[in-house]
Nanobody
Framework: QVQLVESGGGSVQAGGSLRLSCAAS????????MGWFRQAPGKGREAVAR????????FYTDSVKGRFTISRDNARNRIDLQMNSLKPEDSAMYYC????????WGQGTQVTVSS
């Protein structure tokens, strides 16, 4: 089992920045990738960014490319998501996920961007 704890959500005005963090504990040696998903009210869950723990290869959904950066600290079993130039359409509950395909999920942290 893997446990994930997210932090760093909040409210910000458009154009602002937030940094999300996700710390993993438990059977972390089984994790091949970690990433972030988001879900806005009335919409499906969307993959935002992903990083592979061994190679460091990253994936970003098109709408966040150039604005969001995912990074990892393998020694601390932690990933961060730096979100810059935030837009109202980035508002959502953000979930950390471990494994690819995602196997473990965090509880989520709310990000609200006002115009």
């Amino acid at each position: 089992q893997v446990q994930l704890v997210e932090s760093g959500g909040g409210s910000v005005q458009a154009g602002g920045s937030l940094r999300l963090s996700c710390a993993a504990s438990g059977y972390t040696s089984s994790i091949n990738a970690m990433g972030w998903f988001r879900q806005a009210p009335g919409k499906g869950r969307e993959a935002v960014a992903r990083i592979y723990t061994s190679s460091g290869y990253t994936f970003y959904t098109d709408s966040v490319k150039g604005r969001f950066t995912i990074s990892r600290d393998n020694a601390r079993n932690r990933i961060d998501l730096q979100m810059n130039s935030l837009k109202p359409e980035d508002s959502a509950m953000y979930y950390c996920a471990a494994g690819y395909p995602p196997t473990y999920w965090g509880q989520g942290t709310q990000v609200t961007v006002s115009s």
